[in-house]
């Protein structure tokens, strides 16, 4: 995220209960992972941002997951359209970088993950 530095992109990271260890929000160390400033993070305890995103049981939980939205897009009663989506996230990272280059300069991006 280093190389985005100057650039109009917002980072949110939203913490959920997922695993059985996830009983409480996250610790310093854990919140310590995101070492960019400029990443506004979130502890998300009813997992509301994953409902909204299509959660209906355990197993449909969207979590380990990154979205790239495109300029301007606002969430309302639901997500707006990601122009791209995948996970987990150590998986996708090379992909999210390339996408992310590819929506700041207004170029069509693919839809390459799936969630």
């Known amino acids: 995220m280093a190389d985005l530095a100057g650039k109009q992109v917002r980072t949110f990271v939203v913490w959920e209960p997922v695993l059985f260890t996830d009983w409480s929000s996250p610790s310093t160390a854990t919140l310590a992972r995101i070492s ?8 998300d305890n009813g997992r509301v941002i994953s409902k909204s995103m299509g ?8 979590w380990d997951y990154i979205a790239v939205y495109p300029v301007g897009a606002v969430w309302d009663q639901s997500p707006p359209q990601a122009v791209y ?3 987990p996230v150590i998986r996708v990272i ?11 300069r207004g170029d069509q991006v693919h839809q ?4």
């Open 36 to 43: 960019v400033t400029r990443a506004a993070q979130f502890w």
């Open 112 to 115: 390459a993950g799936s969630r």
């Open 55 to 62: 959660e209906h049981d355990r197993g449909s939980i969207v």
């Open 94 to 104: 090379d992909e999210t970088r390339n996408a992310l280059a590819q929506a700041l």
């Open 85 to 87: 989506s995948g996970g």
